[in-house]
């Protein structure tokens, strides 16, 4: 069950980093829907704001695609040299990554409440990512994993804002407006400030749940088996 699930997460990351790569690095930016909306707005500092959108794509997109692997056992078991060099490459695409978002954040679409969304995300991501890796510097493996495991969630906002905003826009939207840019920004500004917390909300509660699944299996596990188990005991004793 554990490698199906991996399997997806890696599945869903690996083609959100693509698209990120394709449509912005590889194409135009301003051929994006997103890029186009913001663009309605004439005094919108797009050349400046595209240097930060080449940043934040290229690092997310990195991230999305290592993260899983570093999730794997027998990666850890087998090739430990492979598997630092991977959570160090990581790391670095969540500094690029997350200290661009910090800037696209204040420009971001649907106002304060969706800017406060990605300024609290991206400042929360970098924050994670770098417990995790200070904890491993410090020889602490559980909460280093524990860490990681909360930045991975973050860091897959990536991919869940993309359904939230799918989903959201098909169920708030109005067809009609899709072919109306100037419509749709309304709309899209109102889905937008939701989109911007439920991309990584969830994620970390999600996350939290299996943190504290594990500390409790753990612990579980560390109690002797003579406190576990109620000793069996003779007829006569039980008298």
């Not at 999305?64 to 630092?84: E, M, T, Y």
């Not at 999600?206 to 088996?225: D, G, N, Q, T, Y």
Request: aromatic residues 14%.
């Amino acid at each position: 069950m554990r490698k199906t699930w991996l399997g997806v997460v890696f599945g869903l990351a690996l083609l959100v980093s693509a698209y990120a790569i394709v449509q912005f690095v590889v194409f135009s930016p301003k051929s994006a829907g997103m890029v186009k909306l913001h663009l309605l707005d004439a005094e919108f500092p797009y050349q400046q704001w595209v240097n930060f959108l080449y940043l934040h794509a290229v690092g997310s997109a990195i991230a999305l695609a290592v993260g899983p692997l570093l999730f794997s056992k027998r990666l850890q078991a087998k090739r430990l040299n492979l598997h630092r060099r991977l959570g160090k490459l990581y790391v670095v695409s969540i500094g690029v990554g997350g200290g661009s978002g910090i800037y696209l954040s204040f420009e971001a679409l649907g106002g304060l409440m969706s800017q406060a969304g990605f300024l609290t995300l991206d400042i929360l991501w970098l924050v994670a990512t770098y417990f995790g890796y200070k904890r491993i510097r410090q020889k602490r493996v559980e909460q280093h994993r524990e860490w990681m495991l909360r930045s991975y969630a973050l860091t897959f906002a990536g991919v869940t804002l993309r359904f939230w905003v799918a989903l959201l826009g098909m169920l708030t939207i109005p067809l009609e407006n899709f072919s109306q840019f100037e419509l749709l920004l309304d709309d899209f500004n109102r889905m937008y400030r939701f989109d911007a917390w439920l991309c990584w909300v969830p994620n970390l509660i999600f996350a939290e749940w299996l943190i504290r699944r594990r500390r409790k299996s753990r612990a579980i596990k560390r109690v002797p088996l003579t406190f576990r188990c109620r000793p069996i005991t003779s007829i006569g004793q039980q008298r």
